[in-house]
């Protein structure tokens, strides 16, 4: 067994691997969040994620979709009121989009990655070990909340976390419920 294999999600998208994909930039966290809202709300297929190195100024979250519906996603951005700082259309697909969830199993535990925030989780018990990344305020308060306690038995972090770091361990949260209930803890 290796103790760090990693296991990369190959799910940038919902859109099919040959379709070229843009990416909407925005100046705050929140915008993209809500964009991630708006258009999946209006029907689009979209993902948020990490945008590519070279295109980050910081704790940068983007929302991935087919480019062939910037258009009409941009009007519902627009229509939202939304601000969106750029679009980016990969169309030889050079910029990587960034899966924001990866795993790796340890054995008896299962962690997974999402942005900056991992989750360990005991395979047999589905007790949370330990909860720890990123840098915002609200980190210790979400390890206190969570560590020593089943997955059954807490909310998601999204529903108990005011920042960036909440919504990445509440990404990581729903990625180790589905895998554990996919059979990974067996």
């Not at 190959?10 to 993209?32: I, M, N, P, R, Y």
């Not at 929302?63 to 939202?80: D, I, K, W, Y």
């Not at 990587?96 to 999402?114: H, K, N, P, Q, Y």
């Amino acid at each position: 067994m290796r103790l760090f294999k990693k296991k990369r999600r190959d799910k940038t998208t919902e859109a099919s691997a040959d379709e070229a994909l843009g990416l909407f930039l925005f100046d705050e966290v929140t915008d993209a969040m809500a964009a991630e809202q708006a258009l999946k709300a209006s029907g689009y297929q979209v993902s948020l994620v990490s945008p590519p190195p070279h295109l980050r100024a910081g704790c940068d979250l983007a929302v991935a979709l087919p480019r062939v519906e910037q258009v009409g996603a941009h009007r519902t951005l627009t229509e939202s009121r939304i601000h969106v700082r750029s679009w980016i259309d990969d169309t030889e697909q050079s910029s990587a989009i960034i899966d924001l969830i990866t795993t790796v199993d340890f054995g008896d535990w299962l962690m997974v990655r999402a942005g900056n925030m991992k989750i360990v989780v005991d395979k047999k018990t589905t007790e949370i070990v330990n909860t720890y990344g990123g840098g915002c305020p609200d980190i210790p308060y979400l390890n206190l909340h969570y560590v020593g306690k089943r997955l059954s038995d807490v909310e998601r972090p999204k529903s108990v976390g005011f920042t960036l770091c909440g919504l990445m361990l509440d990404r990581a949260y729903l990625e180790i419920c589905t895998l554990l209930e996919d059979g990974a803890g067996t």
